[in-house]
């Protein structure tokens, strides 16, 4: 069988016509050639000036649609589809990143947002595994040819975010953000099983370095592309000096048989060599940065005390991470952020230690496993860990996840017990976008979702969304679709064998 290949091309600038050539020469050295329904997924969770560097840049899209299209035969669809991060409507975060005029451009073209589709059950057999089944839009269900086409970013949860950490994204919130926690890798090696693309093309034009949201850019002029996702992100983990296996989510794909993180067992072509992709790369930081260092130098004490976990010593994938994108956001929002903010502390997990808060100074227990028993301000606080076990959750029972009933539910919180020294925010996780609303009332900073320019487009796209959503329902159209687990079909008792390096798992909704 032959090697999965990473091709990897000089790409100095996003030219749509120059991406476009080397896509097609891409698909032509893989001898693919996109076929049915083609999906191809950007990472755009989260877009706009503010955010320059965090999403799959338009004319990257553009140009690999095209050269889709050049080597297509039998083309019966050609989409983009995607679901945002921080609970904003992803038709806001494509049109801040121009998705909708390119895809104009390159005409007959679809743009689907995830969280608009019915969401259908795919069901998990294999060992190991977080749940029984996943749920996924359809548009990732039925497609024929999925293209992941992510941006080549640091991540403060997982270290990385290449092609296998980009499948958050194939999810809605309220099944996304359940076992979004200290076990967040583990969920990210169980969406592999839904789909694996048959073609990977990342934006490592300007990379994104240090976060996810807003990260600093790093010119690499490089296009990388592949077939296999663990062997592709290896190679993107060489490439910025990181052992593969040192990423959790890389380590458990590889060893469930979906891909090789050897160079011997990757054949690694194209202009450009790894040599020189690397020393482009050199000094580019990645993330996982606990997060009482992060905030070391500000008016925010962190402590971040262990999840609910005999394994886990620290909630990498959850809160505290959570916390480290919120303040960014603020920070490209108001420079003046830091100064502004009062002298505050903030508790993850279980946490022994003491706790030394001065008169007037608030302490914020962020997350449903925050536990503290002892003196704050002179009175014994007890903070019990509320904690629910994951296999207490149901993804037929998450909620929507509703950026204004968060705003709302968090006023509510903040206003309610403005004169208590101690809050406890709960949630599993809470989520940037509550966390950015918590640290605006503590630090009465302006609130980005309500900045003049960003408020009517974000709230128009809001209604646009939840009309087209409502439209759906009053047309009798369930929103998710139970598979054979919730219909109570036997299963195997053990899992079905590692699927190929690019090929597609079958499931029963196609
Ligand atoms: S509440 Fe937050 S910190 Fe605790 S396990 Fe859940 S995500 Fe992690």
Request: glycine content about 18%; proline content about 0%.
């Given at each position: 069988m032959a090697k999965p290949t990473v091709i990897l091309r000089d790409c100095p600038r996003y030219d749509a016509e120059l991406i476009r050539g080397i896509a097609r020469d891409g698909l032509d050295t893989l001898e693919l050639r996109p076929s049915g329904r083609v999906l191809l997924k950007p990472n755009v969770v989260i877009s706009g000036p503010l955010f320059p560097n965090a999403f799959t840049r338009p004319e990257f899209v553009e140009g690999v649609l095209r050269g889709l299209r050049d080597r297509g035969e039998g083309i019966s669809e050609l989409a983009v589809g995607e679901r945002c991060g921080i609970t904003m409507p992803t038709r806001y975060a494509f049109k801040e990143a121009g998705y909708y005029e390119m895809a104009e451009r390159v005409g007959d073209t679809r743009l689907y947002c995830f969280e608009e589709e019915q969401q259908v059950e795919i069901p998990m057999y294999h060992?190991?595994?977080?749940?029984?089944s996943l749920y996924t839009p359809r548009p990732v269900a039925a497609a024929d040819f999925f293209v992941n086409c992510p941006k080549f970013k640091a991540h403060p949860w997982t270290t990385v975010t290449f092609s296998l950490k980009a499948y958050i994204g194939i999810q809605d919130d309220r099944h996304r953000l359940i076992d979004h926690d200290h076990l967040l890798n583990s969920k990210i090696a169980d969406l592999q099983y839904i789909v694996q693309p048959k073609f990977i093309a990342i934006d490592a034009i300007t990379a994104g370095e240090?976060?996810?949201?807003?990260p600093l850019p790093f010119d690499l002029g490089l296009m990388a592309m592949g077939n296999n996702q663990v062997a592709f992100d290896s190679v993107c983990c060489h490439i910025v000096g990181l052992d593969p296996l040192s990423v959790e989510h890389i380590r458990l794909a590889h060893e469930r048989g979906f891909g090789p993180v050897s160079l011997s067992e990757i054949d690694v072509v194209g202009d450009l060599s790894l040599a020189d992709a690397q020393r482009r790369a050199s000094g580019f930081k990645t993330g996982l940065i606990r997060v009482e260092d992060y905030f070391k130098g500000t008016n925010i004490s962190a402590y971040g005390g262990p999840p609910p976990s005999t394994e886990h010593d620290y909630c990498w994938g959850g809160c505290p991470g959570a916390l480290e994108e919120a303040i960014e956001i603020l920070r490209v929002v108001d420079l003046q952020t830091d100064a502004k903010m009062p002298k505050t502390h903030i508790v993850f997990g279980k946490h022994e230690g003491s706790i030394d808060a001065g008169p007037g100074e608030r302490v914020v227990f962020i997350g449903d496993c925050a536990e503290y028993h002892g003196q704050i301000g002179g009175q014994l606080v007890q903070i019990p860990n509320i904690y629910r076990d994951r296999s207490t959750l149901h993804p037929l029972e998450a909620k929507d996840q509703d950026i204004f009933a968060k705003m709302l539910k968090t006023n509510v919180e903040m206003i309610s017990k403005r004169n208590e020294q101690v809050l406890r925010l709960e949630g599993c996780p809470v989520s940037v976008a509550e966390q950015v609303l918590t640290l605006v009332s503590l630090g009465k900073l302006d609130n980005p979702y309500f900045k003049p320019d960003l408020a009517v487009p974000f709230t128009l796209a809001y209604l646009s969304s939840k009309t087209r959503l409502l439209l759906k329902r009053l047309s009798g159209q369930p929103y998710n679709v139970p598979g054979p687990t919730q219909r109570g079909a036997s299963r195997p008792a053990q899992n079905a064998p590692p699927p190929g390096a690019s090929a597609p798992l079958e499931h029963p909704s196609k």
């Open positions: 060992a190991g595994r977080l749940r029984d240090g976060r996810m949201l807003t």
